[in-house]
């Protein structure tokens, strides 16, 4: 593998003819698969889903089940199918023409972000990115294309967790509602030492198959940012 110093000549080079060395791009590849996790976490729609699929499982009363294996892969998935023109324009417009020698590779990086860029504008709300930009004591942008990673990312990642959390409170309260109603029933009939938990899961569980509710969900979470 090339020294540091042989790459930091590669990307000077890099820099001043538009290509990287063959070796150099094998390097950089193999670098960037361990950012993989937290790209997709940061500039993609996984974020909210795994949340909400949190949220679902707390509200139904269980602590394993789906086990997180079964949340993490259905929250994968469903970012994969919804993030799929992104990933796909990502793909046509900077990677591949960058593999064909047709533009060379700072045109190939920014040509790569604008898609994911592009998306995050449109999930991002204008509050959360004046508070980045405010805390940054940096003045806001002309317009969106002016806003630069730095900031958009914090800015998309407060707008999912938002987003995020009032449709696990939507989730919630249906929910809830049982728990409050057989908990008053209980009191009422005087079985104070029954657990509502006990009667109240079966209940949830049953009415959530009753209604479909994964692919109600599923619906919801595509629709919410393909919407």
Same mark, same amino acid.
């Given at each position: 593998?090339?020294?540091?110093?042989?790459?930091?000549?590669?990307?000077?080079?890099?820099?001043?003819?538009?290509?990287?060395?063959p070796e150099t791009e094998s390097?950089?590849?193999?670098?960037?698969?361990?950012?993989?996790?937290?790209?997709?976490?940061?500039?993609?729609?996984?974020?909210? =889903? #795994?949340? !909400?699929?949190?949220?679902?499982?707390?509200?139904?009363?269980?602590?394993?089940?789906?086990?997180?294996?079964?949340?993490?892969?259905?929250?994968?998935?469903?970012?994969?199918?919804?993030?799929?023109? !992104?990933?796909?324009?990502?793909?046509?417009?900077?990677?591949? %023409? =960058?593999?064909?020698?047709?533009?060379?590779?700072?045109?190939? !990086?920014?040509?790569?972000?604008?898609?994911?860029?592009?998306?995050?504008?449109?999930?991002?709300?204008?509050?959360?990115?004046?508070?980045? =930009?405010?805390?940054?004591?940096?003045?806001?942008?002309?317009?969106?294309?002016?806003?630069?990673?730095t900031h958009l990312i914090p800015?998309?990642?407060?707008?999912?967790?938002?987003?995020?959390?009032? #449709?696990?409170?939507? #989730? =919630?309260?249906?929910?809830?509602?049982?728990d409050i109603v057989l908990a008053?029933?209980?009191?009422?009939?005087?079985? #104070?030492?029954?657990? %509502?938990?006990?009667?109240?899961?079966?209940?949830?569980?049953?009415?959530? !198959?009753?209604?479909?509710?994964?692919?109600?969900?599923?619906?919801?979470?595509?629709?919410?940012?393909?919407?």
């Amino acid at each position: 593998m090339a020294s540091d110093l042989d790459i930091l000549e590669q990307l000077t080079k890099a820099f001043e003819t538009g290509r990287l060395a063959p070796e150099t791009e094998s390097f950089l590849l193999i670098s960037a698969l361990s950012f993989i996790p937290f790209l997709l976490i940061a500039t993609t729609s996984f974020t909210r =889903y #795994i949340i !909400v699929l949190s949220f679902l499982r707390s509200a139904l009363g269980l602590q394993q089940t789906p086990p997180n294996l079964v949340i993490v892969t259905l929250a994968l998935f469903l970012t994969i199918f919804t993030m799929e023109p !992104v990933f796909k324009a990502s793909y046509d417009n900077g990677l591949n %023409p =960058y593999l064909q020698q047709e533009i060379d590779f700072s045109k190939s !990086v920014s040509e790569t972000w604008q898609p994911f860029k592009n998306f995050m504008i449109r999930q991002t709300t204008e509050s959360d990115i004046e508070l980045i =930009y405010k805390l940054a004591k940096h003045p806001l942008p002309e317009s969106a294309e002016d806003i630069d990673a730095t900031h958009l990312i914090p800015a998309f990642l407060l707008s999912e967790l938002k987003i995020a959390f009032k #449709i696990g409170f939507i #989730i =919630y309260l249906p929910f809830l509602l049982i728990d409050i109603v057989l908990a008053a029933i209980l009191m009422s009939l005087g079985m #104070i030492m029954v657990p %509502p938990t006990a009667l109240s899961l079966p209940l949830k569980i049953m009415l959530f !198959v009753v209604i479909d509710g994964w692919a109600l969900i599923s619906e919801t979470l595509i629709r919410s940012v393909s919407g």
